[in-house]
């Protein structure tokens, strides 16, 4: 009997459950009729509202389809909508000072959003004026740089500011090495003539931004408005750039070593003519104006075949002086780590960057055109006391530059203001290619004039060479004081620092006799006429020093009260 009850209680239960599974195949629910839909147009529609943790709406909430870049924000109910596509998608939502959170669809219509506070990221310190603030605190306009986005393959840090600091001008107006390096201005030029740049400090002390080493940097703000730059005066009102170099750590000795090798390419350079085609479209413009051919049928042909190249050569003045490559090449190294007393960072950088000027093999001259750097950056922390410590700093910056000295001494203020190597420029784009040979068959070199009616070539390979050295050394040392004996949350700080600059420029500068040919005599040979006198090798050179003493002194006070925070500062 048991047996036979077991048997037919197995088959009612096999049989409830077919039961089952027909009424769901026959009658679908209607909370998957929508799936369903959705499913044949491979696209969802999810609503819903986003709130903070006290159940308020949060309007401006950015909603991004992960891998995608269609996107939406809350509106002013806090409330969204948004399609994506149907299957396994998923929802990244983040709002300012707010957790981000990353949502799974799970083909979901409605879902509803609550976010969290950040406390990290409002606890989070910025360096501003002459300290530091929590960002919750500040109130000014200040823009913080992730340092991982200044360590690229560029030729200094200021190349890097432009497009990834808001409000931040950049223009860099030469790709020559020694003059490639960017200009840069905070919310545009307020200030017309001298010192319309920003004012850049690094560890609190005045210094150039193409001198350092992005991998040196531990923080980078720039304030940008009033409010945030009130506290350097008039120094501080084209905004201010706050570099804070890293230091020691209480840990073991870490080495960092990089090397990295770039290849810069000439992509975009003007296209001309060659021989045939300049005097084809020179007898055009003749002919429009209503003059006489400017090349008779006897020199198109000469100048079609090559057959007299000294009066009506075909010269390609951009392949003469110009290599369609250059190569920059940096070394860094740097050493971190100490114990509970002392705590140190050191780093060593170099940089050699080569120009695209091409040299000829007859020339006497350096070959070495480029730009070389060298730096190096000594921060040592020591605590003296349990409440003293000791802070000391060394930078060196060392930039060698060689350029042709186009036949000129050398003279910093014209340098600076008229760089001699546009006249390379300026030659090659009006010498035409039938003007004339690199050097006459009778061994002369030619010319229409001086300077840049001179032929590019001639300019780079026989006028000389010029060098010009900067350097720069600056120590500083500095003591903080904690009294918290006194009151609590309350320091004071002093600073000094000697800083020395140096430039020496040399040239040796010279200038061959050169010559023009018109034509042929009787005989065929050239008729040349001088254009330039011969200049023998002469030598000249200007130096220049600048050395700075520099001392401040603060009082700090930062203290919690419960829900309060106060803080001041004293700064001499």
């Given at each position: 009997y048991n047996t036979v009850m077991k048997k037919y209680g197995f088959l009612t239960l096999i049989l409830c459950l077919f039961c089952?599974?027909?009424?769901?195949?026959?009658?679908?629910?209607?909370?998957?009729?929508?799936?369903?839909?959705?499913?044949?147009?491979?696209?969802?529609?999810?609503?819903?509202?986003?709130?903070?943790?006290?159940?308020?709406?949060?309007?401006?909430?950015?909603?991004?389809?992960?891998?995608t870049n269609f996107g939406t924000v809350s509106n002013a109910d806090g409330s969204y909508s948004i399609d994506v596509p149907y299957g396994g998608a998923t929802l990244m939502?983040?709002?300012?000072?707010?957790?981000?959170?990353?949502?799974?669809?799970?083909?979901?219509?409605?879902?509803?959003?609550?976010?969290?506070e950040d406390s990290k990221a409002l606890e989070e310190v910025v360096v501003v004026g002459m300290g530091t603030q929590r960002k919750v605190s500040v109130t000014g306009a200040v823009a913080v740089v992730d340092t991982k986005d200044l360590e690229l393959?560029?030729?200094?840090?200021?190349?890097?500011?432009?497009?990834?600091?808001?409000?931040?001008?950049?223009?860099?107006?030469?790709?020559?090495?020694g003059r490639n390096i960017s200009e840069f201005w905070v919310r545009g030029i307020g200030t017309f003539g001298a010192n319309s740049g920003a004012l850049v400090l690094i560890d609190g002390l005045e210094g150039n931004l193409s001198q350092i080493d992005p991998a040196d940097v531990e923080s980078f703000s720039v304030l940008k408005d009033a409010a945030a730059t009130a506290v350097y005066g008039s120094r501080g009102a084209n905004g201010v750039v706050l570099v804070t170099t890293k230091r020691g750590k209480e840990e073991q000795l870490k080495i960092?070593?990089?090397?990295?090798?770039?290849?810069?390419?000439?992509?975009?350079?003007?296209?001309?003519?060659?021989?045939?085609?300049?005097?084809?479209?020179a007898n055009e413009a003749a002919a429009a104006d209503g003059l006489s051919p400017i090349y008779d049928n006897t020199q198109m042909d000469i100048i079609r075949y090559g057959l007299d190249p000294d009066l009506y050569p075909d010269i390609d003045w951009q392949d003469v002086i110009l290599n369609p490559t250059s190569f920059q090449h940096t070394q860094y190294v740097s050493a971190q780590g100490g114990g509970s007393v002392a705590r140190y960072f050191a780093s060593l950088g170099m940089s050699q960057e080569s120009s695209a000027y091409k040299t000829l093999d007859d020339s006497k001259y350096s070959k070495g055109v480029g730009y070389d750097t060298y730096n190096f950056r000594t921060n040592i922390d020591i605590n003296l006391t349990k409440t003293t410590q000791v802070y000391l700093g060394a930078t060196g910056f060392m930039s060698v530059s060689k350029r042709p000295s186009m036949g000129k001494p050398y003279s910093r203020a014209e340098s600076i203001q008229t760089p001699l190597t546009n006249w390379l420029w300026d030659s090659q784009a009006k010498t035409t290619p039938l003007m004339y040979p690199l050097r006459y068959s009778s061994g002369e070199l030619p010319a229409s004039g001086s300077d840049s009616d001179i032929p590019p070539h001639v300019l780079l390979n026989y006028t000389g060479n010029t060098v010009e050295n900067q350097s720069r050394t600056l120590f500083n040392i500095g003591v903080k004081q904690d009294l918290n004996m006194i009151t609590e949350g309350l320091s004071v700080q002093a600073t000094g620092s000697w800083d020395s600059q140096t430039l020496f420029g040399e040239s040796r500068y010279s200038m061959p006799a050169l010559y023009l040919a018109?034509?042929?005599?009787?005989?065929?040979?050239?008729?040349?006429?001088?254009?330039?006198?011969?200049?023998?090798v002469q030598y000249n050179s200007e130096a220049w020093n600048w050395r700075k003493l520099y001392f401040d002194a603060k009082v700090n006070y930062d203290r919690t009260f419960g829900n309060h925070r106060v803080g001041g500062l004293l700064f001499y």
């Open positions: 089952l599974g027909e009424a769901a195949v026959a009658s679908p629910g209607k909370a998957d009729a929508a799936p369903a839909a959705q499913a044949q147009s491979s696209k969802l529609t999810v609503k819903g509202f986003v709130k903070d943790d006290k159940g308020d709406p949060m309007i401006g909430v950015t909603l991004i389809v992960k891998g939502v983040s709002y300012i000072g707010y957790a981000p959170q990353e949502i799974n669809v799970n083909n979901r219509t409605k879902i509803d959003i609550t976010l969290l393959p560029a030729t200094n840090i200021v190349n890097t500011l432009g497009g990834r600091v808001p409000g931040v001008i950049s223009v860099q107006s030469s790709g020559e090495p960092t070593f990089r090397s990295n090798y770039t290849i810069s390419e000439l992509r975009r350079l003007p296209k001309y003519v060659n021989a045939i085609q300049y005097a084809e479209m018109r034509e042929r005599n009787q005989n065929g040979e050239l008729m040349l006429s001088q254009q330039v006198t011969e200049q023998s």
